[in-house]
Structures are given as structure tokens and as C-alpha cells.
């Protein structure tokens, strides 16, 4: 069962970071990405990953402090604490 937040659930979220991954390293060639992966594993640099970070959080109307975004280690709990921090903004 999928919890919505504000007609977004964090399978959704997922897919958000997911999709501007792939749009950002463009070295990436895995098909599936798992939510265990780190940006900094799959090639990002710290300039590319505050590039995905960036259009994720401007493609869920996120408005919040860039160093909040800094804890998680894999996309996974990045999709966590977006969905987390959606839903508090609510």
C-alpha cells in the first residue's frame, strides 16, 4: 500500500529523482536504478548531484534550505525525506 502526500506518493518521488538522473550523468546506462543507489555511485559529481537535487525539489514545488537535503545517503532516503518534508509543507 502507497501513502499519497499531497497527491504524490514516494514511489512517484522516486521516479522524480530517478528521471533527472538521467537527465544529469549522462554516463548512466544502468536500466534500473535501485533506491540503495547513491548519486555519487552511479557518477555524479557534487556540482550534478546538487543539479538533480535542484530540479527535483523545483518539480515537486519544494521550497527548503539546500542543506537539508545533504543527510541521505542514496536516493532512497532522499525520496524519504522530499516526501517527509512535502508533507510537512502542506
Known amino acids: 500500500m ?3 502526500v499531497i497527491g504524490m506518493t ?3 518521488i522516486l521516479e522524480i529523482i530517478v528521471r533527472h538522473a538521467r537527465d544529469v550523468i549522462y554516463s548512466l546506462d544502468r536500466d534500473e ?3 540503495t543507489d547513491s548519486l555519487e555511485q552511479l557518477g555524479a559529481n557534487s556540482v550534478e548531484r546538487m543539479e538533480i537535487v535542484l530540479m527535483t525539489l523545483e518539480s515537486l514545488s519544494l521550497n527548503i534550505p539546500r542543506v537539508e537535503t545533504f543527510g541521505p545517503k542514496n536516493i ?4 524519504q525525506l522530499l516526501y517527509e518534508k512535502k508533507r510537512a509543507h502542506a
Do not use: C, D, F
Open 10 to 12: 514516494k514511489e512517484e
Open 76 to 79: 532512497g532516503e532522499l525520496a
Open 2 to 4: 502507497t501513502v499519497e
Open 33 to 35: 536504478l535501485r533506491p
